[in-house]
């Protein structure tokens, strides 16, 4: 059974930094990418960053030059890097496992709390 564990969250000042770490365990065949989304109040689950099993990155426009996606195979961690918090980077941060073996399946975290104050 797959398990995706999220930690790192908190509560952050503005300009202030964070850690995020996604560790997963279980077998995971056929990963293509792992990644983190959020989810602010009110708002729709968004796409932050996502890295490849090559190493490939994407990430939103509005996190650009302020978070860094990265991973470790051996450990099967993804970890996000966010300096320069705003306060409108207040969500709940989910880790994501994308799979495809003909069709796509996600793998989704509990979430974890991300509170930056002005």
């Known amino acids: 059974q797959v398990q995706l564990v999220e930690s790192g969250g908190g509560l952050v000042q503005a300009g202030g930094s964070r850690r995020l770490s996604c560790a997963a365990s279980?077998?995971?065949?056929?990963?293509?990418?792992m990644g983190w989304y959020r989810q602010a109040p009110g708002k729709e689950r968004e796409l932050v960053a996502t890295?490849?099993?090559?190493?490939?990155?994407t990430c939103a426009d509005s996190v650009k030059g302020r978070f860094t996606i990265s991973r470790d195979n051996a450990k099967n961690t993804v970890y996000l890097e966010m300096r320069d918090l705003k306060p409108e980077d207040t969500a709940l941060y989910y880790c994501?496992?994308?799979?495809?073996?003909?069709?796509?399946?996600?793998?989704w975290g509990q979430g974890t709390q991300v509170t930056v104050s002005a």
């Open positions: 890295i490849t099993n090559g190493g490939s990155t």
């Open positions: 279980g077998t995971i065949f056929n990963s293509i990418a």
């Open positions: 994501n496992v994308k799979t495809f073996l003909g069709v796509f399946r996600d793998y």
